[in-house]
């Protein structure tokens, strides 16, 4: 399995498999000790835990540990005109030297079971927030939509290093119980040794119960908002492309940014809420700072 | 059930080395590499890093444990191979431990100490190098090449063959400009690719650097032995 894990998201970072054991790990740490020789970037090094388990490696090696922080400027909600900024904490842990394998902004949380190299398949996963009718003006008088789980599978193939495709397809429950299939397409160009930009486009699929909590309008809701009621349907629900760059400044620091444009296509185009409190346009823009280090558990 | 290797390693008394890391060399392309990211291989069996290696490794290990000659078939654990669904290797358990049941002469001992060819991802793209070798990897300014030689260490009971440790080789230092799970440097500071096939000398003593300054701290990481 060449994927981890990842605890807190950033749109190019590496993932972490083993963090809650190595977190244990760090928690217990009895004695920081002076940098080993063998490594002259490993920072400290953390005793071993006094047991291990039969089924599960070794902790012990070189680790990397990457902490920052970030902001995303998105939409206040799926179909919005306002955007709002908000903070994206940085986490990653993984074995020191591990390449950081591409990760789009859109991609969920993945782990590759099946992994032929440049063919890559497995479990995925997303969490959609929920959205509260309170919180926005434009809601006023529409239900709340609960927070919303996908799970379901990803794949993706890379004919030649530079070109990524993916799909994701999940399965919804709690605040949507529909399908959400995820297609894209990404150029990866290394520029120099530490700077690389990736561009492609973007399309996603949505089936009706997927589109429907967040786009219909029944009766009640429209004689509250004075919108129309509507029946949103599934099918295309948007198109458009996303860029980001990252620049590895020294061994420590690196900064990346990214830009997500979509546009709304479908019924979920054509929703009043859209079309008369919203707009079909929608851009995400984020940036981050992260810091990394190696230390050793032994 | 749950006593860390360490505490393992304390009855061990004999031990028999058994290295299968280097029979050949792979040229692999990366980053922008125009439509082909194919790799080339060419036998490097005439540089003996094998028997290197088994040298070097009892060197350390001498004094904490008595290293006994073993004879082995080392094509047998050159060949093995992860499967490409992942949940296979879980449940199949360690290849190895049957092949030092089966392949390895004489039986008896308290442990045998395994080296093979170790496994990194190079670039974003997920695809995977192994053993010894090295990249060549272009970007839009520049192309640059770094050598490597990725090798992992197991620890198998001689009496049970479970695993009591596992670890694959460390990065040496942050000085490669791809990384790599291992020990690597690039080959621009110094070492030339030459003819880049087996008859090169200074490739040779470049990947015999990597495997003499790497080999001793692993095996100390292992807690076998201490750092030379």
């Known amino acids: 399995m060449n994927h981890n894990i990842k605890v807190l998201c950033r749109p190019c970072t590496v993932c972490v498999r083993r963090t809650p054991l190595v977190a244990f790990v760090a928690a217990l740490g009895v004695t920081v000790s002076l940098p080993d020789v063998a490594s002259a970037q490993t920072v400290f090094t953390l005793p071993a835990p006094p047991f291990q388990a039969p089924f599960l490696p070794s902790v012990s090696g070189d680790w990397t540990l990457t902490i920052g922080a970030g902001g995303e400027y998105k939409p206040d909600f799926e179909g919005s005109k306002h955007a709002l900024f908000s903070p994206v904490p940085i986490f990653s842990l993984h074995r020191a030297g591990a390449a950081e394998q591409f990760h789009g902004p859109r991609d969920g949380a993945s782990i590759a079971v099946i992994d032929f190299g440049n063919l890559q398949a497995g479990p995925t996963g997303k969490f959609v927030s929920s959205r509260k009718a309170s919180s926005y003006s434009e809601l006023n008088g529409l239900g709340d939509v609960n927070a919303a789980f996908e799970f379901g599978g990803f794949i993706q193939y890379f004919p030649v290093d530079w070109f990524r495709l993916r799909n994701e397809t999940r399965q919804g429950f709690g605040g949507h119980h529909g399908v959400v299939s995820d297609f894209s397409a990404d150029f990866i160009v290394p520029i120099t040794r530490g700077f690389t930009v990736s561009a492609g486009p973007r399309f996603t699929w949505e089936s009706s119960k997927a589109t429907s909590p967040y786009f219909s309008i029944d009766a009640a809701q429209a004689m509250a908002t004075g919108l129309s009621v509507f029946d949103a349907k599934g099918g295309s629900h948007s198109v458009g492309a996303g860029a980001q760059v990252s620049y590895r400044i020294d061994t420590h620091w690196e900064v990346h940014s990214y830009i997500e444009y979509e546009r709304l296509l479908g019924d979920a185009a054509k929703s009043p809420l859209v079309t008369v409190r919203g707009s079909v346009n929608q851009t995400t823009v984020g940036l981050g700072a992260s810091y990394s280090f190696d230390f050793k558990i032994r | ?228």
Do not use: C
Request: no cysteine; hydrophobic share 40%; glycine share 10%.
């Open chain 2, 1 to 228: 059930m749950f006593a860390t290797g360490e505490t393992k390693l304390q009855t061990v008394k004999t031990v028999g080395i058994i290295s299968a890391v280097g029979g050949q060399m792979t040229v692999a392309t990366g980053g922008l590499s125009g439509l082909d990211n194919s790799s080339r291989s060419f036998p490097i069996d005439s540089w003996e890093l094998d028997d290197l290696i088994v040298q070097r490794a009892t060197a350390a290990l001498s004094g904490r444990f008595q290293v006994k000659p073993v004879s082995y078939n080392r094509a047998a654990f050159a060949i093995v191979k992860d499967s490409v669904v992942a949940p296979v290797n879980l449940v199949r358990g360690d290849p190895f431990k049957a092949l030092v049941k089966t392949e390895v002469s004489p039986q008896g001992l308290d442990a045998y100490i395994v080296i093979t060819k170790a496994k990194s991802s190079i670039g974003g793209a997920g695809r995977k190098v192994e053993g010894v070798g090295y990249i060549i990897y272009g970007t839009v300014m520049e192309s640059y090449r770094q050598i490597y030689a990725l090798y992992e260490i197991r620890v198998i009971d001689g009496k049970t063959f479970d695993v009591i440790e596992k670890m694959a080789a460390p990065p040496l230092d942050n000085t490669g400009h791809v990384k790599l799970a291992g020990p690597s440097q690039p080959v621009d500071g110094g070492v030339s690719i030459g003819a880049g096939d087996g008859t090169d000398e200074s490739l040779r003593k470049a990947v015999v650097d990597l495997i003499v300054r790497s080999l001793p701290t692993t095996l100390n990481d292992l807690h076998l032995a201490a750092v030379l």
